[in-house]
């Protein structure tokens, strides 16, 4: 990796750890009311502040960790051993809210009992950072430079598709390439934006107040099965083409999503660099637009397009594939690097 890259990843990491360090929460929650969609709900806790979460995979079972100064805080052991009932997947979180996690935190990073409940995050392996989103909302061709190198006319409006939740991967996790039924095998670097709170026709102004938090993904596509037809479903929806994490970063640790620095690596050679300033449709206009049209939940998240350095926008002639044996490594300015490998 280069030197630019180590300075960045520096960067990243301490602003991870800062907002780690002091877990917090505070109010924000949205009621269910009148002009919210069918069937909506709001959040009925507080959404969190300045906390660091991540999933753990432990035993076929996912639980919530926290990141902190002392390690990564294993919640459901931490509630065992103060007795104390709190949320114990980010699904929780992100539905119910603080619930007395907050207490739980400093209570565990203050007692001296409680080092067993801090992991090493070198031994902890990871699940997808959001596990159970009700929909996975996909932006294409949002930014300019990509729209021009895939030779496809600049959007006039945002491009939404969906992927299917058997697509969530994680960090440090493996993609099975669908290689009997494809070839042509591509990465994108993405922010993705969580929702935290029912959205029902937000205005721009308003729209990012929604947003539990972000992290670092990767739309991982097919181009051969994603061309076979004028619908992308094929192409986007292999198991395991979502890749999301390590962490999910909460929203006032990123003041300005739209001012992020992302890059994407293969087998350490940076193929993608760009600032998400780039994006043509920014990520308050996305949620509002979207939530135009139907209800965003908490758990939602959005993967908001991707830079120019595909293989699909070089010439045909410099078009190398991904293939098995292959390692991608996926970068968001504060938000971590996230890493996945083919098989």
């Known amino acids: 990796?280069?030197?630019?890259?180590?300075?960045?990843?520096?960067?990243?990491?301490?602003?991870?750890?800062?907002?780690?360090?002091?877990?917090?929460?505070?109010?924000?929650?949205?009621?269910?009311?009148?002009?919210?969609?069918?069937?909506?709900?709001?959040?009925?806790?507080?959404?969190?502040?300045?906390?660091?979460?991540?999933?753990?995979?432990?035993?076929?079972?996912?639980?919530?960790?926290?990141?902190?100064?002392?390690?990564?805080?294993?919640?459901?052991?931490?509630?065992?051993?103060?007795?104390?009932?709190?949320?114990?997947?980010?699904?929780?979180?992100?539905?119910?809210g603080d619930q007395g996690l907050t207490a739980l935190v400093s209570t565990a990073l203050g007692s001296d009992k409680a080092k067993d409940v801090f992991l090493d995050e070198k031994e902890i392996q990871y699940g997808p950072c959001v596990t159970n989103p009700e929909k996975i909302l996909m932006l294409g061709l949002n930014y300019r430079k990509?729209?021009?190198?895939?030779?496809?006319?600049?959007?006039?409006?945002?491009?939404?598709?969906?992927?299917?939740?058997?697509?969530?991967?994680?960090?440090?996790?493996?993609?099975?390439?669908?290689?009997?039924?494809?070839?042509?095998?591509?990465?994108e670097v993405e922010l993705v934006v969580v929702m935290g709170k029912t959205a029902w026709q937000v205005s721009e102004a308003d729209a990012l107040s929604y947003v539990?938090?972000?992290?670092?993904?990767?739309?991982?596509?097919?181009?051969?099965?994603?061309?076979?037809?004028?619908?992308?479903?094929?192409?986007?929806n292999s198991d395991g083409f979502a890749p999301i994490g390590p962490y999910l970063v909460t929203a006032d640790q990123i003041p300005d999503p739209n001012n992020l620095k992302l890059e994407c690596y293969v087998n350490g050679e940076r193929r993608q660099s760009n600032n998400t300033s780039d994006m043509i449709f920014n990520v308050k206009t996305i949620i509002s637009y979207a939530?135009?049209?139907?209800?965003?939940?908490?758990?939602?998240?959005?993967?908001?397009?991707?830079?120019?350095?595909?293989?699909?926008?070089?010439?045909?002639?410099?078009?190398?594939?991904?293939?098995?044996?292959?390692?991608i490594t996926t970068v968001i300015e504060t938000l971590g690097e996230l890493k996945f490998a083919l098989v």
Request: glycine residues 12%.
């Open 1 to 96: 990796m280069d030197t630019d890259r180590r300075g960045f990843l520096k960067i990243a990491g301490a602003a991870i750890a800062v907002g780690a360090a002091g877990s917090m929460f505070t109010g924000g929650a949205a009621e269910a009311g009148a002009g919210l969609g069918a069937g909506a709900k709001g959040i009925p806790g507080e959404m969190p502040r300045n906390v660091t979460f991540l999933t753990i995979s432990r035993n076929g079972e996912y639980s919530l960790g926290v990141k902190t100064e002392k390690g990564i805080l294993d919640v459901k052991s931490a509630s065992r051993l103060f007795d104390k009932k709190v949320p114990v997947t980010i699904d929780d979180v992100i539905q119910g």
């Open 146 to 187: 990509h729209a021009m190198e895939t030779n496809l006319p600049i959007p006039t409006s945002p491009v939404l598709f969906t992927k299917t939740n058997n697509t969530l991967n994680n960090h440090n996790g493996v993609i099975k390439l669908p290689s009997r039924v494809a070839t042509k095998f591509d990465y």
């Open 212 to 236: 539990f938090g972000y992290c670092t993904g990767n739309d991982f596509s097919a181009r051969d099965l994603q061309r076979k037809t004028s619908q992308w479903l094929l192409g986007k």
């Open 291 to 327: 939530s135009q049209h139907f209800t965003l939940k908490p758990g939602d998240i959005f993967f908001t397009g991707t830079p120019e350095g595909v293989i699909g926008g070089m010439p045909p002639e410099k078009q190398v594939w991904l293939k098995a044996g292959d390692k």
